[in-house]
C-alpha cells in the first residue's frame, strides 16, 4: 500500500525510516512493516523476534544495550504510545564512525522507525509517560551475550535531553563500563558482522 521513506543518518548504516501515514477525522492507518516495502528500499534482514517494553514514566532511561558475538541483533525500532529520544553508539571496531553517537526523536506522532545494525550500543529516555516501545530483531535473545556500555560514559560526553542523575534506571544499567573499559572485549569488527 504505502512505500518508505528511508533517510541515511551520520551514523554509518544507521537509517530512519517513515512509512506512510494516512490520517483522516477518525485517526490514522498505517502499515508498520511490510517484507515487501523494506525489501524494495534495500533493508533484507529477517525479523525473527519482536519485543515490547512499557515505561510507565518520564525519565526512565534504558540501556546502552546490546548483544555480542553471534547473538548480535539488528532491530527495527519504535514507539507506538509517548515520545523517547533514541540513542545509538557505534561500537565497532575500524567503523568510520566508531565511538560516535546520534540521539533521534522517536514518537507516536512522527510515526518514524530507527533501523539499527548489529554492532551499536543502544538507549533511549522516556520524554512522556506511558511509552510503548516495539522493536523487530533479526536474531533471537541471548542472555549469556547481553552486553552494556555505561549511559554516563564522560568521553562520550552524550547530551541526555534529561538531568541523568534523575534518571529511573535498572540496577543493571547502572553498572556498565565505559566504551574504552569495553574496547578491549569488542566482538564487533566493521565489515565483519
Not at 512522527?110 to 533479526?138: S, W
Request: aromatic share 12%; net charge negative.
Amino acid at each position: 500500500m504505502g512505500k518508505l521513506k528511508v533517510t541515511e543518518t551520520n551514523l554509518t548504516d544507521v537509517k530512519i525510516i517513515e512509512p506512510a501515514v494516512f490520517g483522516d477525522h477518525r485517526g490514522f492507518f498505517t502499515e508498520s512493516y511490510s517484507e515487501l516495502d523494506f525489501q524494495e528500499a534495500g533493508i533484507t534482514h529477517k525479523f525473527v523476534q519482536d519485543n515490547h517494553s512499557l515505561s510507565t514514566q518520564p525519565g526512565v532511561l534504558r540501556g546502552l544495550h546490546f548483544q555480542k558475538g553471534k547473538a548480535a541483533q539488528t532491530k527495527l525500532i519504535r514507539v507506538v504510545t509517548g515520545v523517547v529520544w533514541d540513542l545509538l553508539v557505534d561500537i565497532r571496531k575500524g567503523s568510520p564512525t566508531y565511538g560516535q553517537w546520534e540521539g533521534y526523536l522517536l514518537s507516536e506522532y512522527n510515526h518514524r522507525q530507527l533501523l539499527v545494525p548489529k554492532g551499536f550500543a543502544h538507549g533511549f529516555v522516556t520524554l512522556t509517560p506511558n511509552v510503548n516501545f516495539l522493536y523487530k530483531c533479526d536474531n533471537y535473545y541471548n542472555a549469556q551475550a547481553d552486553g552494556g556500555i555505561a549511559f554516563d560514559d564522560a568521553n562520550l560526553a552524550i547530551a541526555w535531553p534529561i538531568d541523568v542523575t534523575k534518571a529511573i534506571l535498572s540496577d543493571k544499567d547502572k553498572q556498565h563500563p565505559t566504551l574504552q573499559e569495553f574496547e578491549g572485549e569488542n566482538p564487533f569488527i566493521y565489515g565483519e558482522i
